[in-house]
């Protein structure tokens, strides 16, 4: 049934007798009982909350995020207005869009024997980019696999409260308190591989401290957590060995890189050096390092981006092109990719996201709830996602 076709006025939920539920994908079918057999849903809404189990029959159709997961695969991964919508409708959910089911598509498909293929999400601002990079690594978190997921890699080369020399190389600058907090939110996501994973290399971080080859990755990540010094070449050690032994012979993990405003490792930085000169991105140690991870010479993993007009400063504000955002260095270093159109909402994904603002009663005025009030949204918003988000907080 065409979501246009529905009736404004019905109410917005409709029944839907099935008879077997299916577990594991339809992978294995079992009778339910005939009290379950008669099952309300919503149009907008799909009770399917694994992202392996998503196809295009959901597309425009939003799932649940299980709170235990935003906790743990999204401790400070997700836009600031979004997690307002979480508090406010107090649950977290998305939207199944082509997408993301096009990059999971990729993902179930690939050869992990080969160097990871490199993924990048593009399109005009809020088309909704970053929401289909956290649906596509929720993918890569419910399959087991270890994510390494940048949130917003501009705030590395924004203005940052503390920024030193680097111990390890005199040329490069640490931001230690981003980087200690990355290391904990890192350590939230991926616990159970810390006591997993051993190190590969003894590494020295003072004259009296270091950590020895064999030690887990825990006790590395937890050295650049008590000693925020270090910090900054923690991660870069961290980096280091998830890369190397990613895809390895007795390695029991897949590497999923996820890195939102990936055009900012090449643009320009608003840091200042105390001579009041612009630090160069690549002069800072935690964009020097995750570059590295850019270059996808590893194997058993994947490199999942996504370029935003927010990561190129003083760039001329209709640029949305992977070329035009990655300029001609970042676009050279990420060259051979697989570019991810995404676009504005279809109509039936509109038409999904306002029943669903409804049936939240987010939109209060009467004039909105009817046929004219609805076309006038799609006017003002131009079926812009976040355009349309901020036009219905004042409804």
């Known amino acids: 049934m065409a979501l246009h076709r529905l009736p404004y006025r019905l109410r917005h939920t409709v029944t839907h007798v099935r008879s077997l539920h299916t577990s594991g994908c339809g992978q294995q079918q079992e009778a339910v009982s005939v009290e379950s057999q008669s099952e309300p849903f919503s149009v907008f809404r799909t009770h399917e909350t694994d992202p392996a189990c998503h196809s295009e029959k959901h597309i425009?159709?939003?799932y649940t995020l299980p709170s235990a997961h935003i906790h743990t695969l999204f401790p400070h991964g997700l836009p600031r207005r979004?997690?307002?919508?979480?508090?406010?409708?107090?649950?977290?959910?998305?939207?199944?869009?082509?997408?993301?089911?096009?990059?999971?598509?990729?993902?179930?498909?690939?050869?992990?024997?080969?160097p990871a293929v490199r993924y990048l999400f593009y399109g005009l601002k809020g088309s909704g980019k970053t929401l289909s990079l956290c649906h596509a690594v929720h993918f890569c978190y419910t399959q087991g696999w270890?994510?390494?997921?940048?949130?917003?890699?501009?705030?590395?080369?924004?203005?940052?409260?503390?920024?030193?020399?680097?111990?390890?190389?005199?040329?490069?600058?640490?931001?230690?308190?981003?980087?200690?907090?990355?290391?904990?939110?890192f350590r939230t996501t991926n616990g159970g591989f810390l006591s997993k994973i051993k190190i590969k290399q003894r590494y020295v971080w003072t004259k009296r401290e270091f950590t020895e080859e064999g030690s887990l990755l825990g006790e590395l990540v937890n050295q650049g957590i008590t000693r925020v010094k270090s910090s900054s070449d923690v991660v870069g050690a961290v980096m280091k060995e998830l890369r190397q032994q990613s895809g390895q012979p007795g390695s029991d993990f897949r590497l999923a890189v996820a890195v939102d405003s990936v055009n900012a490792l090449w643009g320009r930085s608003t840091i200042k050096k105390e001579n009041k000169s612009a630090v160069d991105p690549e002069e800072l140690t935690l964009v020097y390092n995750l570059r590295k991870l850019m270059r996808s010479d590893f194997i058993g993993g994947a490199v999942i981006t996504a370029a935003s007009h927010t990561g190129s400063l003083y760039t001329s504000k209709s640029n949305y092109l992977p070329q035009q955002l990655l300029g001609e260095k970042g676009f050279d270093s990420m060259d051979p990719f697989i570019p991810v159109s995404v676009p504005y909402y279809?109509?039936?994904?509109?038409?999904?996201?306002?029943?669903?603002?409804?049936?939240?009663?987010?939109?209060?005025?009467?004039?909105?709830?009817?046929?004219?009030?609805?076309?006038?949204?799609?006017?003002?918003?131009?079926?812009?996602?976040?355009?349309?988000?901020?036009?219905?907080?004042?409804?």
Not at 159 to 185: I, V, Y
């Open 346 to 395: 279809s109509e039936k994904e509109f038409d999904s996201c306002y029943l669903y603002y409804m049936d939240r009663h987010w939109l209060q005025h009467p004039q909105s709830r009817t046929e004219e009030g609805k076309k006038e949204l799609i006017f003002l918003s131009n079926r812009c996602p976040s355009v349309f988000e901020r036009i219905c907080g004042y409804l």
């Open 82 to 114: 979004y997690q307002e919508q979480v508090k406010t409708f107090n649950e977290a959910t998305v939207m199944v869009r082509q997408p993301a089911l096009e990059v999971i598509s990729y993902l179930k498909k690939t050869d992990y024997s080969k």
């Open 146 to 185: 270890l994510v390494l997921h940048i949130p917003d890699a501009h705030i590395w080369v924004k203005n940052c409260k503390e920024l030193l020399p680097s111990s390890f190389n005199a040329s490069r600058f640490d931001q230690p308190l981003q980087a200690t907090e990355w290391l904990r939110n």
């Open 60 to 62: 425009g159709q939003h």
